[in-house]
Nanobody
Framework: QVQLVESGGGLVQPGGSLRLSCAAS????????VSWFRQAPGKEREGVSC????????YYADSVKGRFTISRDNAKNLVYLQMNNLNPEDTAIYYC??????????????????WGQGTQVTVSS
């Protein structure tokens, strides 16, 4: 059974940092690109970042470039999203998602097949 579980969300002050983790079970992440998405209340889902199978290719939304860094540890079957200099506009539920045996395709995929349950990130003073 393919399963993704996000963790690491929480409440942080503006300017602070968080690191999200995406853990896979039921399959090996090494053969798949993994993306992060977010959705704020009343807003459409936004693709945040995608990392290719080897970790060499990374793509970011303009809204997070220079502040967020995606990485992966294939040995641990984990993908991370390091989020720095957070601001209130980053408040959302963050999801990781993947398609099996598929890369990023040069961008952040719009609708991967497998999704985690999400983790809440709140940026507030």
């Amino acid at each position: 059974q393919v399963q993704l579980v996000e963790s690491g969300g929480g409440l942080v002050q503006p300017g602070g940092s968080l690191r999200l983790s995406c853990a896979a079970s039921g399959f090996k992440l090494n053969y798949n690109a993994v993306s992060w998405f977010r959705q704020a209340p009343g807003k459409e889902r936004e693709g945040v970042s995608c990392i290719g199978m080897s970790g060499a290719n990374k793509y970011y939304a303009d809204s997070v470039k220079g502040r967020f860094t995606i990485s992966r540890d294939n040995a641990k079957n984990l993908v991370y999203l390091q989020m720095n200099n957070l601001n209130p506009e980053d408040t959302a539920i963050y999801y990781c998602a993947t398609d099996l045996h598929v890369g990023c395709g040069g961008t952040i995929p719009s609708s991967p097949q497998y999704w985690g349950q999400g983790t809440q990130v709140t940026v507030s003073s």
